[in-house]
């Protein structure tokens, strides 16, 4: 495997002053990055077996090539571990696929961010958090592979807020947005394998997404009760058609399982009552016009079936689950899967070390 790198390389007289040079170029997401040492990136890349200038994914919209080197130190800046980095190269390829429309959502006023939700043995092989404050801080594999994609966005692709980036609002997700689904606390079957790939496979589901909105319901005894409640956040959360993320938590997963439903039913069902009256809409400024007879009996429909991504996550204490809508260009950003490569040594020690730092600078760009 050739281990030549391309990128610029900058001598700096310590680690913090390499750290404020990242800070002077632009290279970092407003947090201090870990400086790329040439030797670092060769590890991400030797587990991956990649060479350096492996083509991963192309943004035509952009003129950009996000090669394997580029993606290596985007991730070693980020604070990844090497065995992290086959989740990254598996996110990179599924967001450079056409349908994901990737400059379409990083440029937009809708403010959305990259969500990866990930399945299969990766997931305890490098400790990703699916349980309690899923979406939170606290777990470093979930914290850093997304982050990684978010420098990436910015140090390969452009996407530089104000710039690029003319998200008008944006959300906490702009930093990180990585989770992965609890496949051992259900029956249902995990995501991945809706979607085409075997149990045994780990594999990354990018889709293009606004912040989390949080379902509430502490008295619902069916799952009708508690999917009445989903399905109202849907509706009342914007009116966007596209790939909608549902997260049950455990609380709400156990009233729907006991009862037998699976995620075939719940989409089914979500499907169907997620609506509101053209006459809402139409007050809201979902729809154009003014309400005439007949809107407030008409529901136009907000999500198909197959628009609905259902998974299992989060806490066991507490009533509540999550929506996570779609960015507001809709249907125009579908949700990939890709397949994570197997890679020369996934296994995460216990006492990982954090990455030994040296003089001799990596360029990000």
């Known amino acids: 495997m050739a281990t030549e790198l391309a990128s610029p390389r900058y001598e700096v007289p310590d680690t913090l002053e390499a750290i404020e040079f990242c800070y002077q170029q632009g290279w970092t997401d407003g947090l201090p990055v870990v400086p790329p040492t040439p030797e670092r990136v060769a590890e991400f890349l030797a587990v991956a077996t990649l060479d350096p200038g492996t083509v991963l994914g192309e943004v035509a919209d952009r003129g950009r090539a996000i090669t394997a080197e580029k993606a290596a130190i985007n991730a070693v800046m980020a604070g990844c571990l090497p065995a992290y980095f086959p989740v990254v190269v598996a996110a990179i390829q599924a967001l450079t696929d056409d349908a994901f429309c990737l400059h379409g959502s990083m440029a937009s006023t809708g403010g959305a961010a990259p969500l990866l939700?990930?399945?299969?043995p990766i997931r305890q092989q490098i400790d990703l958090n699916a349980g309690g404050n899923v979406f939170g801080p606290g777990r470093r594999a979930n914290a850093t592979i997304g982050r990684a994609i978010r420098l990436l966005l910015l140090n390969v692709c452009g996407a530089e807020p104000?710039?690029?980036?003319?998200?008008?609002?944006?959300?906490?997700g702009k930093y990180s947005y990585c989770i992965a689904e609890n496949e051992e606390a259900t029956g249902w079957e995990p995501l991945h394998v809706e979607r085409g790939l075997?149990?045994?496979?780990?594999?990354?589901t990018v889709m293009a997404a606004e912040a989390p909105h949080y379902v509430r319901n502490a008295f619902g005894q069916t799952p009708e009760d508690v999917l009445a409640t989903v399905a109202d956040v849907m509706?009342?959360?914007?009116?966007?058609?596209?790939?909608?993320l549902v997260v049950v938590a455990p609380e709400h997963r156990a009233v729907i399982e006991r009862a037998g439903w699976s995620k075939a039913d719940v989409?089914?069902?979500?499907?169907?009552?997620?609506?509101?009256?053209a006459a809402e809409l139409k007050r809201a400024g979902y729809l154009r016009g003014a309400v005439e007879p007949g809107d407030a009996q008409r529901f136009p429909p907000l999500v198909r079936e197959s628009d609905l991504l259902i998974i299992t996550a989060g806490?066991?204490?507490?009533?509540?689950?999550?929506?996570?809508?779609?960015?507001?260009?809709?249907?125009?950003?579908?949700?990939?899967?890709?397949a994570v490569a197997a890679c020369a040594d996934c296994a995460v020690p216990a006492d990982s070390a954090a990455p030994t730092?040296?003089?001799e600078e990596g360029g990000a760009h």
């Open 198 to 204: 075997a149990r045994d496979t780990s594999a990354v």
């Open 235 to 244: 509706a009342h959360g914007g009116y966007t058609q596209g790939a909608y």
């Open 315 to 338: 806490g066991t204490g507490g009533t509540f689950s999550a929506v996570v809508p779609p960015w507001a260009g809709g249907r125009s950003s579908e949700p990939v899967t890709r």
């Open 357 to 359: 730092l040296g003089s």
């Open 267 to 277: 989409r089914a069902y979500l499907a169907e009552h997620a609506r509101r009256s």
């Open 117 to 120: 939700i990930v399945n299969g």
């Open 162 to 172: 104000g710039v690029l980036d003319q998200s008008t609002l944006g959300h906490p």
